[in-house]
């Protein structure tokens, strides 16, 4: 058995802990055999455990404690702690082992709910177990989801060599916003995902790039983000975001403006990475 979970993109500018986008960056899981211990081969070094405190292994006992220890395999082409959902895609992989292995028949909205639960915020699971482009709220137990097709784009990622933890992201946030700092933000991220169902990525793009929830005290802790954003304007892109917590910050452009951004991304960092992707349809798929 095989498990594919793709990375995701959270936040889109001001949908902030509520909307995530799957993209074609994949984490796979293989089972290989039963076995006397929880064993995981992966390539990641050793800040990431290879017995059962592996977050993939601990997700899946979490979800059905009574499993049976396999040696797994994980390979990955998800960069961790870049804002891409690395630990996400994890926690999914590993309700869907418990889901196989422990043949528990879970259905959509449950998985986003305990994978939600897990997390804490619902914006990268929602979009890794159901594919495409998800707006999701998280209030006390209960998790709501719609999932929607994103337009047609390339969402073209400047990853930074340099990891940024989402809890030294979240800790620059403030604690409290004024009831109308609240409207003026949510006012924002209505718009941006009402253009992105519309098929409107002009508006949306617009809208991506006057988030009041997070990006603007995020800023300092992100590389290049002012540069990246005039790139993309300069060369046509739709709009410009920090992705989840940062550091990767991500232009959405048409296909034909890509060969024109690429090089001018690659020319600000050259121990950054710059991958372009698409957006991942399936979401977590078993082969
Ligand atoms: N919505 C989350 C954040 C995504 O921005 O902190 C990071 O996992």
């Avoid at 990431?48 to 797994?72: E, F, G």
């Avoid at 869907?96 to 994978?115: C, D, F, I, M, T």
């Avoid at 809890?167 to 006012?187: C, F, G, M």
């Avoid at 002009?202 to 990246?228: C, N, S, W, Y």
Wanted: hydrophobic fraction near 40%; aromatic fraction near 6%.
């Amino acid at each position: 058995m095989r498990i594919r979970v793709p990375a995701t993109s959270a936040n889109i500018g001001p949908g902030f802990d509520s909307c995530g986008v799957a993209v074609s960056c994949y984490l796979y899981v293989e089972v290989l055999n039963s076995s006397t211990r929880w064993q995981v081969d992966h390539s990641y070094g050793l800040s990431v455990p290879s017995d059962q405190d592996n977050l993939i292994v601990q997700t899946a006992l979490k979800i059905a404690p009574k499993l049976l220890p396999q040696h797994i395999k994980v390979t990955s082409d998800i960069p961790l702690t870049r804002g891409l959902g690395s630990s996400s895609s994890a926690i999914v992989a590993g309700i869907e082992l418990a889901n196989r292995l422990g043949q528990l028949n879970l259905s959509e909205s449950a998985k986003v709910k305990l994978a939600t639960q897990i997390e804490g915020h619902p914006d990268n699971v929602a979009p890794a177990i159901c594919g495409d482009f998800v707006v999701a709220s998280y209030q006390g137990e209960k998790v709501d989801y719609v999932k929607h097709y994103f337009p047609d784009c390339e969402l073209i990622a400047f990853i930074p060599s340099k990891e940024l933890a989402t809890s030294k992201s979240r800790d620059v946030l403030p604690h409290e916003l004024t009831y109308q700092q609240a409207v003026a933000a949510s006012s924002v991220a209505n718009v941006m995902v009402a253009a992105l169902v519309k098929g409107d990525l002009v508006t949306a793009g617009q809208l991506m790039e006057q988030d009041q929830f997070h990006e603007k005290f995020r800023g300092p802790l992100v590389p290049h983000l002012a540069k990246i954003r005039q790139i993309s304007h300069e060369q046509g892109g739709y709009g410009c975001y920090l992705s989840g917590a940062g550091p990767t910050v991500i232009i959405l452009a048409p296909e034909h403006k890509t060969d024109k951004i690429v090089p001018l991304l690659r020319e600000l960092d050259n121990k950054a990475a710059v991958e372009i992707f698409h957006i991942d349809r399936e979401g977590v798929q078993v082969f």
